[in-house]
């Protein structure tokens, strides 16, 4: 699992200790294993979302793990053109290229490590899909995109880009070196992450060696989810065990642990995982299909403004 890393994560900034003292660990609600499906033009999907109750994931709204699929020659796919409202979609590339373009003139291609981070706002057309050469000679594919929502105040913001390229992510170190932790977005013990966020939230991607633990200190006004990307261990200091493809939904607290069991898969080095957290809206979701906004009366607004062609055109095509 690619990504971003370092030869010496000892060379690394170090998350503090947790004051023990102060310290109200988080217990873990809920593991759930992340159903498999299809998106787009037909690429693998695991929902990491299902089954977990909204309130418990507010602000975010949707996750898919897009893989991980080795692609023989001629398979890659993504997804055409489609309208977005009320939002921002983040999408994190751990193996693999995807390019994105859109109708408000953002675009560029993200590889391993790297970020974009579309906010639809008003409204945006966009496409996501492997450049022609990597359709042709296939490949690892492997990535999530996760849906952050607005609030009510923000949801008609003037949509924008941001290309978060793997050299701009903060990498740290846990306490004993034994984790790689990846600051995409968000704010962790004092270290900022290059994403800037309407609302606020945390994400981190974090590689746990066999048999070590990591805990990191975090907002008591955010809700806590980690997500498995690869390998096995546990969560909570109650040590529940957690695989890849499943979901743990912290409670209440000032800090959260993840740990890798010692002894991994072969096809595993390492636990890797996904932990986001951010401040509840706390608003009436209305959800449907691209659109997600907060009464039925806006999403058919949405609906009508798109069918009217008010949430932007398709750009012509660079090689056209």
Do not use: C
Not at 141 to 160: D, E, T
Request: proline content about 8%; charged content about 20%.
């Amino acid at each position: 699992m690619p990504a971003v890393t370092v030869d010496d994560v000892l060379t690394l900034l170090r998350i503090g200790s947790v004051d023990a003292g102060l310290d109200r660990p988080r217990p873990v609600e809920s593991v759930t294993s992340a159903p498999s499906g299809f998106e787009g033009e037909g690429f693998p999907v695991r929902r990491a979302f299902a089954g977990v109750d909204l309130r418990a994931l507010d602000p975010f709204i949707h996750m898919d793990q897009m893989g991980e699929v080795e692609y023989a020659p001629g398979e890659p796919k993504g997804t055409p053109w489609h309208p977005h409202r009320g939002f921002e979609t983040v999408t994190y590339m751990i193996d693999g290229l995807m390019q994105h373009q859109d109708s408000n003139g953002g675009g560029g291609m993200i590889s391993d490590g790297d970020t974009q981070w579309m906010t639809a706002g008003a409204g945006i057309l966009h496409i996501e899909a492997p450049p022609e050469h990597v359709v042709m000679s296939g490949g690892l594919f492997h990535g999530l995109q996760l849906w952050v929502n607005l609030p009510s105040a923000l949801k008609m913001a003037q949509p924008r880009y941001q290309d978060i390229t793997s050299s701009k992510v903060s990498l740290l170190s846990s306490p004993d070196g034994g984790a790689l932790v990846r600051l995409i977005a968000g704010d962790l013990d004092g270290h900022a992450g290059p994403g800037a966020t309407y609302t606020p939230i945390t994400l981190v991607h974090a590689t746990i060696a066999p048999g070590a633990s990591l805990t990191l200190p975090w907002r008591e006004d955010f809700n806590a989810l980690v997500y498995g990307l690869s390998g096995k261990g546990s969560v909570g200091a109650e040590r529940r065990p957690m695989s890849w493809g499943q979901l743990a939904v912290y409670g209440a607290g000032t800090s959260l642990t993840v740990a890798a069991d010692e002894r991994q898969d072969s096809r595993d080095t390492a636990f890797d995982v996904y932990i986001l957290g951010g401040q509840p809206i706390r608003e009436p979701v209305a959800a449907y299909g691209p659109f997600v906004m907060n009464t039925k009366a806006e999403l058919i607004e949405a609906f009508d403004d798109f069918q009217a062609g008010r949430l932007g055109t398709i750009p012509p095509s660079p090689d056209a």
